[in-house]
């Protein structure tokens, strides 16, 4: 066996077109079904991580070990044994494509040296921001990043790179893209997520997974199914508490589209709870509404010990035997992450031999996980990839991971246009996040957590080195805080610093985490950080704070009192520079945000299309009721230009559903620049329960020359003004409430809840004499970004 591998991967060294789809992949699996033993098939099922049989002394895979697990049948290994950390033998913090390929190699090796049918392994690594566990890949911003650019090709060769780096590396499967919708700002994952609302997440969902998917040999993982996002509290692992409805028109959004617009080949299993039921339990979840309304037939994995986990922390069962058992019977799981052990293949034949799961329960799995090892063409090239090595981290998709960082930042607050700054000037740069490229990575990359340091990124520049690369005079060497709040040594001398500085950047944050090890008590930014920002304040130097975190920390006051500020997020190697660029204005600043930055702690959690009784009373009259606070608003987010918008249009719903939306957007700034044109609608009155105050349906970046317009026009289908009325299992059943009036919003700042809709662009006779009646009183003005139609 080991010469026919041989033989395949001297013959793949020549083709260099993806291999398309192998159709047959099908009736290829049900065949080969046909032949196997139990044993064979539960060995498919099952899922190691390769840590059981790495040697940490010799940094190499134990022979034999690994041919005890591929004796086992074993169809399946994840992870990098570099997710702990750095080696301490030595230092090293991962392998590079090349050294991947080889340990691929071994290990599909031993695995078709033991598997009677020639049946490869397929090997699945977090690969979430480009090739982050591969040394030498391009790394891209955390997915909050690529979600606040707003740029959907960026995004779609953000995936083709991420993809082509995991087959560089002989990779077949990524466990990405993360499709869970962020509705909580405390949830450590939260940067993992493309944010908050569900539309923005279904189309950048479906983009990154047709990049991810697009050279053929790379299959995409839509996780977490489903609302891991909505963890109560907060706290990663948490039940998620959510009605159906919100569980459809919401959080199986960007799942489904994945599913049907861009044909995910598999999917995972979140770590959550429903309304108590563990998903892993679900068969609500996984098999009616996944395979069954959703129409998902791809491969279905479970999150990393999570049927275990059934009894060890969602406590529904009390042996690892009932868990296997639950797990099989009622979810429609695939493939086991187990990881730590190989007893779930004889726990499973067990049931089987049984009686308690069907030998059809089994087949239905095998099949899936065959028909995707034919489909990404395993077997005939187990290790995917040769012609790709040498493309891993090259140039031009270094340069793309720039282009998005650029477009990733978000400009909120520039008072008195103080930004950019004159490249001459004296500027004082500091704060704990200044030079340190793991903080400004996050978790998952280069290891689990990620780092806290700048070890495994020589050669990219942090915020503070970037600067430094131009010809203004950078003040450096002052940390002023460390991340958790406590003063540095040269505190004092920081200060002191920044009195005699034109301009004072401080990059203030978060350190890198991920998962559990990220749960908060507080949400707040580390006190000393803030009391840090505004001691700076206090000297006179113009002050930019430049945030670099995992989720929107609450600035308690912070921001108020210095002049700009660019929410960074998790920007990664290209940050320092897009950064730097934007401060010094080479580079006019476009991305917005793709969540709600909260300003008090008593708002967490609210999304911005929250329901009409989720609302604050006033802090100056009790008896008024207003939109709760934010610090910024979903959407918010400005440029060096300055953009006008008018002529807004809407047209009626036409035959078949559609409605016309067109606006002039002039750039009125004097340099050129991107604007995101955003749509939301409102519904005003459903009867069917409490409408959200409005929602994003459509979105458009444009790039306009000084004193140039364009004139953007959309063209909403009727599931815009449509949603889901909840029946799991039964099928999407999508209504509109005939009559109702849909006010059409131009822009995250436009509110149209009172009289300002346009009456002319309505023929909805209710709602013009409602507004008949109100303006006897007090004729209000309309705002020219508010329009509407009547369905
Ligand atoms: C299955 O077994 C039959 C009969 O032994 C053989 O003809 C066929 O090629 C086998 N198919 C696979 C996929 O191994
Ligand atoms: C690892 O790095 C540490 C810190 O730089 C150094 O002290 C140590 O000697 C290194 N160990 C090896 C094996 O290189
Ligand atoms: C990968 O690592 C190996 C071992 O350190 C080294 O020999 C090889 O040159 C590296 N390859 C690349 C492309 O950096
Ligand atoms: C191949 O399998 C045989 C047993 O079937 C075993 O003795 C041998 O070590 C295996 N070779 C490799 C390279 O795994
Ligand atoms: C699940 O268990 C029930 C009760 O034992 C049984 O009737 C059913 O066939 C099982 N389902 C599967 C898929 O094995
Ligand atoms: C620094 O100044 C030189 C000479 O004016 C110019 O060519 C160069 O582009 C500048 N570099 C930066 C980073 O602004
Ligand atoms: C911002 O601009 C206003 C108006 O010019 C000024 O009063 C204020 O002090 C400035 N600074 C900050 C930090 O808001
Ligand atoms: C409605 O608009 C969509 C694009 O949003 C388009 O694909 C579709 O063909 C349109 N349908 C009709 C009936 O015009
Ligand atoms: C848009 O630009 C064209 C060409 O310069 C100009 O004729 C037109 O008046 C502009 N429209 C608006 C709304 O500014
Ligand atoms: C609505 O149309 C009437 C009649 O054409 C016009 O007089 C009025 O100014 C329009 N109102 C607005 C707000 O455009
Ligand atoms: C309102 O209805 C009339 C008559 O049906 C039609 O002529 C007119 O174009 C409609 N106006 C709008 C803004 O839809
Ligand atoms: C209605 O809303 C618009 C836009 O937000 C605002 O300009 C106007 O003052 C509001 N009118 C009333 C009566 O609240």
Not at 339 to 368: A, C, Y
Not at 705 to 716: I, K, Y
Request: net charge negative; with cysteine.
């Amino acid at each position: 066996m080991l010469k026919a591998l041989e033989i395949v991967l001297i013959a793949m060294a020549s083709v260099t077109l993806a291999q398309p789809t192998t159709t047959d992949a099908p009736s290829k699996a049900s065949e080969m079904l046909t032949n196997m033993t139990l044993e064979e098939k539960i060995g498919q099922m099952t899922q190691i991580n390769l840590e059981l049989f790495y040697d940490r002394e010799t940094l190499a895979l134990d022979e034999e070990k690994l041919a005890y697990y591929a004796g086992r049948g074993v169809g399946s290994y994840l992870q990098s044994p570099y997710a702990g950390g750095q080696s301490p033998v030595d230092n090293s913090t991962g392998w590079n494509a090349t050294q991947w390929r080889g340990v691929m190699n071994q290990i599909q090796t031993a695995t078709l040296n033991a598997s009677r049918l020639d049946i490869p392994m397929i090997f699945g690594i977090d690969n979430v921001h480009g090739g982050t566990y591969v040394q030498g890949s391009t790394l891209f911003g955390q997915q909050i990043c690529a979600s606040a650019t707003f740029n959907l090709d960026l995004v779609e060769k953000m995936g083709e790179v991420t993809g082509k780096d995991t087959a560089g590396a002989g990779m077949p499967w990524t466990f990405g893209p993360i499709s869970d919708i962020a509705t909580d700002p405390r949830w450590p994952r939260f940067y993992e997520t493309f944010g908050e609302d569900p539309f923005l997440n279904k189309q950048m969902a479906v983009a990154i997974t047709k990049g991810i998917q697009a050279n053929g040999d790379v299959a995409a993982c839509l996780k977490h199914f489903l609302g891991y996002g909505a963890a109560d509290n907060g706290k990663d692992y948490a039940n998620a508490n959510i009605n159906d409805y919100e569980l459809l028109n919401y959080h199986a959004e960007p799942f489904r589209a994945a599913v049907r617009d861009a044909q995910a080949k598999s999917a995972m299993i979140g770590f959550n709870s429903i309304n108590g039921v563990p998903v892993t339990a679900s068969h609500k979840m996984t098999v009616d509404l996944l395979r069954g309304d959703m129409g998902f037939d791809g491969m279905l994995v479970t999150d990393y010990n999570e049927v275990y986990n059934l009894k060890d922390r969602h406590r529904i069962s009390s042996s690892n035997e009932q868990s296997v058992e639950i797990a099989t019977n009622q979810t429609s799981m695939d493939l086991n992450m187990v990881p730590n052990s190989d007893d779930f293949i004889d726990i499973l034949i067990q049931l089987v031999n049984d009686g308690k799961i069907s030998q059809e329960r089994i087949d239905e799995s095998v099949e899936r996980i065959l028909e995707l090892k034919f489909d990404l063409g395993l077997f005939d090239t187990p290790v995917p990839g040769e012609d790709l090595v040498d493309t891993v981290g090259q140039q031009a998709d270094q340069d793309l991971a720039l282009e998005l960082a650029r477009e990733s930042i978000v400009l909120v607050k520039n008072n008195n246009s103080m930004l950019p700054i004159p490249k001459e000037a004296t500027v004082l740069v500091t704060g704990p996040s200044a030079d340190n490229m793991g903080y400004m990575c996050g978790g998952w990359t280069t290891s689990w957590q990620g780092y806290q340091n700048n070890i495994p990124y020589a050669g990219f520049d942090t915020i503070l080195s970037a600067m430094q690369g131009g010809n203004g005079t950078v003040v450096q060497g002052h940390t002023g805080v460390n991340i958790d709040g406590s003063k540095a040594d040269d505190y004092d001398a920081s200060i002191e610093a920044a009195k005699s500085s034109d301009y004072t950047v401080v990059v203030a944050g978060e350190h890198s985490y991920t998962e559990k090890p990220g749960d908060i008590n507080d949400l707040s930014l580390a006190a000393g950080q803030q009391e840090y920002i505004k001691a700076l304040a206090a000297t006179g130097t113009k002050v930019i704070l430049v945030l670099v975190e995992g989720r929107p920390r609450l600035l308690d006051g912070a921001a108020d009192n210095v002049d700009a500020v660019l929410v960074a997020m998790l920007p990664c190697t290209s940050g320092g520079v897009a950064i730097s660029e934007i401060i010094y204005g080479d580079v006019n600043p476009s991305g917005k945000l793709p969540f709600s930055y909260p300003k008090y702690s008593g708002n967490v959690p609210l999304v911005y299309y929250h329901l009409p009784s989720e609302i604050c009373t006033s802090e100056t009259n009790i008896y008024e009721i207003v939109e709760c606070e934010m610090e910024w608003k979903f959407g918010h987010g400005m440029g060096y230009s300055t953009f006008e918008y008018s002529d807004l249009v809407v047209g009626d719903v036409e035959d078949g559903g559609n409605v016309s939306v067109s606006v002039t957007v002039t750039n009125t700034g004097d340099r050129a620049g991107k604007e995101t044109v955003l749509l939301f609608l409102s519904q005003e009155y459903r009867q069917y329960a409490e409408p959200e105050v409005k929602m994003l349906k459509a979105f458009e970046k444009i790039d306009l020359d000084a004193g140039a317009n364009q004139t953007v026009e959309f063209v909403l289908d009727s599931s815009a003004y449509s949603y889901y009325v909840p029946q799991i299992g039964e099928g999407y059943n999508s209504v509109s409430d005939a009559g109702a009036t849909m006010k059409v919003l131009i822009g995250a700042d436009t509110e149209c809840d009172n009289d300002s809709v346009n009456p002319n662009q309505t023929n909805d006779s209710a709602f013009q004499e409602r507004r008949r009646r109100r303006r006897q009183e007090d004729e209000p003005e309309v705002n020219p970004m508010c329009g509407a139609f009547e369905i």
